[in-house]
């Protein structure tokens, strides 16, 4: 663990941590658990940390975040309860730029267009690692994201904020499970302009001449457009009953004024990712 509770309260990560100023009182950031830390001095492999002792009560309960090493839901949820208790505690932000308009086949083909006289520096396949934060500068694509979560703990990631189209989010805000994401659409919680994440397990598709519906449930569709098709080549059995991560705009459909429902406009197999 990177951040940990002094017994005043407060938040102090292990790179600030000095024993004779904060204290050897030293807790849990989980409110489910806060038991008892020490302090593990860093060298040449390994960075500054926290870590329950094992003795005594210094062994994290079950339900905590750094218990085990979490599922991608199980941490993306965590990240939001942590983002929620640990604001204005003093946690530092870690600015990540979010740029995935290599994604995006329009993009690509006007930007192949550009290419042989300038590359344009905002194209990014793949994510950077800056060497002393340990976590990535930028995230290009749907598998670093995935990576991001199932390689980091809940409070490297609580303390992410992320820059996107020139707004600034806390991570949480920006993926969310799909019925998390219809309810902040239509509560009027999301940012305009601003792509999201959501996932969720899909339950089927409709595919019909124009467009095809991969849904999630009877409120939540991702959105193919016939032009996409075929940049868009996963199978039905590819897709039923698993477990995904996608991309894009969130949009209303009031189509049925009775029945509210969310979509999200994706271009390609790339929009996706499996979890
Ligand atoms: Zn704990």
Wanted: glycine share 4%; hydrophobic share 35%.
């Amino acid at each position: 663990m990177h951040s940990a509770f002094l017994e005043n309260g407060n938040l102090i990560t292990a790179k600030e941590y000095i024993p004779d100023l904060h204290g050897v009182q030293l807790f849990c950031l989980d409110k489910v658990c806060r038991v008892p830390l020490i302090f593990v001095q860093g060298n040449d492999d390994v960075s500054p940390h926290f870590k329950t002792s094992g003795k005594n009560d210094s062994v994290h309960k079950k339900n905590c975040g750094f218990s085990r090493k979490l599922s991608f839901q199980e941490s993306v949820n965590k990240v939001a309860e942590f983002q929620q208790d640990l604001k204005n505690k003093g946690s530092k932000e870690l600015l990540i730029r979010l740029n995935l308009n290599a994604i995006d086949p329009d993009y690509v083909a006007k930007s192949i267009e550009r290419d042989e006289k300038e590359k344009d520096p905002t194209n990014q396949e793949e994510i950077k690692v800056k060497k002393d934060s340990g976590t990535p500068q930028s995230i290009g694509s749907l598998k670093a994201v995935k990576k991001l979560f199932l390689g980091y703990e809940p409070d490297i990631l609580a303390s992410i904020i992320i820059s996107v189209k020139g707004k600034k989010i806390a991570i949480s805000e920006l993926i969310r499970s799909h019925e998390e994401s219809h309810k902040a659409l239509w509560e009027f919680n999301t940012y305009e302009n601003v792509p999201y994440f959501v996932h969720g397990t899909v339950e089927r598709i409709i595919r019909r001449d124009k467009v095809w519906f991969i849904k999630f449930d009877s409120s939540f569709s991702l959105v193919v457009f016939d032009r996409y098709f075929k940049h868009f080549t996963y199978k039905d059995d590819q897709l039923i009953g698993k477990n995904i991560l996608a991309y894009g705009y969130l949009k209303k459909n009031n189509y049925n004024p009775d029945k509210p429902s969310t979509e999200m406009i994706i271009k390609s197999n790339k929009y996706l990712e499996f979890l």
